[in-house]
């Protein structure tokens, strides 16, 4: 029903950048928050940045005038720039959406997720 394709994820020095895109595609009437939760080895889940079909945004504190949330213009794309990354960055970073699709009740999707490495 639906299919997210991440990308952007690999290694970087700290104090590099990198730019993490989503897609999100299927059978998808209505796109409401998209956002990025990462989650490192040994610890939980937690919020990275997501962003309102409206355009607000929110941060986590860690990652605040380092990260950049932004929306496509079709509005089905997500992206988080990372600048200034440091190695506590380093985890999988998954995109979610709350999405309305055809046959099913809106819920929250989530992708695959892609590797982040922050190491010298």
């Known amino acids: 029903q639906v299919q997210f394709v991440e990308s952007g994820g690999g290694l970087v020095q700290p104090g590099g950048s990198l730019r993490l895109s989503c897609a999100a595609s299927?059978?998808?009437?209505?796109?409401?928050?998209m956002g990025w939760y990462r989650q490192a080895p040994g610890k939980q889940r937690e919020l990275v940045a997501k962003?309102?079909?409206?355009?607000?945004?929110d941060y986590a504190d860690s990652v605040k005038d380092r990260f950049t949330i932004s929306r496509g213009n079709a509005k089905n794309t997500v992206y988080l720039q990372m600048n200034s990354l440091e190695p506590e960055d380093t985890a999988v970073y998954l995109c979610?959406?709350?999405?309305?699709?055809?046959?099913?009740?809106?819920?929250?999707?989530w992708g695959q997720g892609t590797q982040v490495t922050v190491s010298s």
């Open positions: 299927g059978s998808i009437y209505s796109m409401y928050t």
């Open positions: 979610n959406a709350d999405l309305g699709v055809f046959g099913a009740p809106r819920k929250v999707y």
């Open positions: 962003i309102t079909s409206g355009g607000s945004t």
